[in-house]
């Protein structure tokens, strides 16, 4: 009898620690998120199930905003790691996209550009209101990194630790080349997760074939731990008999 409390003892003391668990690990196609996105600055239309948009030159604007992780998913107690797989074909001869993902106050992503052979960059920002983007905050930049000719294919990816109540931690890899920083803005997971498109503000188009993520975090199991002190009561109450 000792032997079985003791083990649950620490089965409760264990399940009173947050777990850690993969929340979300998902490919959307440029079609599902022509169907699901909302298209503030830009206009969209289908090349298969690619997806690409159109918009005027200027800005930077929110191109468009595809919600990817809901509200209260995760805790603003704890951290939480985003990473982003980015597949797109170089449509234009001028293509020098954001991505980023945003809890819909600041954002935290890559800018990939055609110059230099190749460029790119972490950026944050802050999102005033859901259509606009601001004070742009640039991170450990490199250029030189290769390029997809026009009508080529390739991706990028970038990865946004999310700490409570302290800056986020980014990271990007583009062909060979990866650069890591710690940005200026705090995000919190538990608004819920955006990932945004934006634009250098000679642009007019891009074509996003799909685009990956996985997502990190650490959840409460309250019911769980209910469960188990509920079992050890039970045998408490039998030992005492």
């Known amino acids: 009898m000792r032997k079985t ?21 998902q490919t959307f196609t440029g079609q599902q998120i022509y ?21 005027s030159s200027g800005g930077p604007y929110v191109l ?20 982003v797989t980015v597949n797109f ?10 991505f980023m993902i945003t809890d819909g106050l600041n954002a935290v992503g890559t800018a990939i550009w055609d110059n230099d052979g190749g460029y790119c960059n972490l950026y944050s920002a802050q999102q005033p209101t ?18 997809p000719g026009t009508g080529g294919s390739s991706s990028v990816t970038f990865s946004v630790t999310i700490n409570p109540q302290s800056a ?20 919190d997971a538990s608004r819920g997760l955006s990932f945004l498109a934006s634009n250098d503000t000679n642009d ?17 199991e309250p019911s769980t731990l209910g469960l188990v002190f509920m079992v050890l009561s039970f045998f408490i109450f039998l030992k005492r008999k």
């Open 5 to 25: 409390l003791f083990a649950l003892f620490i089965l409760c003391v264990f399940s009173a620690s947050i777990f850690a668990e993969t929340v979300l690990n």
């Open 35 to 55: 169907n699901t996105a909302s298209f503030p600055n830009s206009t969209k239309s289908l090349s298969g199930t690619s997806l690409v948009i159109n918009f």
């Open 64 to 83: 468009f905003l595809f919600p990817f992780l809901q509200a209260n998913t995760l805790s603003n107690a704890s951290a939480a790691t985003v990473n």
């Open 89 to 98: 074909t170089r449509n234009i001869a001028d293509y020098d996209p954001y």
């Open 130 to 147: 859901t259509n606009t983007l601001s004070n742009f905050q640039s991170y450990s930049s490199v250029s030189g990194t290769g390029y």
């Open 168 to 187: 986020a931690q980014a990271s990007v890899t583009f062909y060979s080349t990866s650069r890591s920083a710690t940005t200026s803005v705090i995000l």
């Open 204 to 220: 007019s188009s891009y074509r996003i074939d799909s685009v990956s993520f996985q997502v990190n975090g650490v959840v409460p």
